[in-house]
């Protein structure tokens, strides 16, 4: 019996503990609607007090309390869109970025609903001591992959861009819009670095160790999808084993999704 007493007090002083630790969103206005943990990730469901919904997903508690209040602020200037209405928001805490990912349901452009072209979501990225989010996604126009970049200011200065490269995509493509190109260090930086580390970080085998997919891999990939652009995964999956490049299935997928966006096969 005093066994069980112990046990349970252990597990008071716990839960205690952890509650000590865990990020007070309350102050904020934020409400805690579900949490899970898959390993080291934890991920919250929240709700703010106007109801609107964001996901945080993050393994470090020092680093999500550091950015929290960059998730809280940019949630709001995101809710606070005209023309692009999102059927979900996520945030994903990594050790040296923040990055957030849109889906959207309606971007409205010319009295029409465009957000089929951008099936894979909008994705942004921050370092912990900058204010400002990057986006880097990519929209599909008459089989041409674009890639929609820069330093995001608002919703008034992403708007007249992608609806640029939507309307007049071969001629968006020819005024400078590049593929990713993971041998040009001098383009790519460090947001190269931050793609290697987020396939790194998302690669767990079964026994949930981090493995890094070779940059070389990572190229072949890249060069496949971009000469080919109109295969479907299963056709570039075929493609990659019969040169015989060695990765998993799910590398191929976090290749796709983090370089191109390609989250629907």
């Not at 204010?131 to 674009?146: G, Q, S």
């Not at 396939?199 to 990939?221: C, H, M, Q, S």
Request: hydrophobic share 35%; glycine share 4%; proline share 5%.
């Amino acid at each position: 019996m005093k066994r069980i007493i112990g046990s349970l007090a252990v597990g008071f002083l716990l839960a205690a503990c952890l509650s000590c630790h865990a990020y007070d969103w309350e102050k904020n206005g934020v409400k805690l609607l579900d949490r899970s943990e898959s390993g080291s990730k934890t991920s919250l469901t929240l709700k703010d007090e106007k109801n609107q919904v964001f996901k945080v997903t993050y393994q470090d508690q020092t680093m999500l309390e550091r950015v929290a209040p960059k998730v809280i602020k940019f949630k709001n200037e995101f809710y606070g869109w005209r023309r692009i209405k999102f059927s979900e928001i996520s945030f994903m805490v990594f050790d040296n970025f923040l990055e957030e990912i849109i889906i959207p349901r309606e971007i409205t452009h010319r009295d029409q609903n465009i957000a089929s072209a951008v099936p894979a979501g909008i994705t942004m990225l921050s370092e912990p001591n900058r204010e400002v989010m990057h986006y880097d996604f990519r929209i599909i126009k008459d089989n041409l992959f674009l890639r929609i970049e820069g330093d995001y200011l608002n919703e008034d200065e992403l708007m007249p861009k992608l609806s640029y490269a939507y309307d007049y995509p071969s001629l968006y493509l020819k005024r400078g819009e590049s593929p990713p190109d993971p041998n040009d260090k001098q383009s790519a930086g460090i947001d190269e670095k931050t793609r290697q580390a987020l396939i790194y970080f998302l690669n767990e085998d079964w026994y949930g160790r981090y493995k890094a997919v070779p940059p070389e891999t990572i190229k072949k990939v890249i060069e496949l999808r971009q000469n080919n652009p109109w295969l479907t995964k299963n056709q570039l999956w075929k493609a990659l084993k019969k040169e015989k490049v060695k990765l998993t299935k799910r590398e191929l997928e976090l290749i796709l999704i983090i370089y191109f966006n390609e989250f629907d096969f």
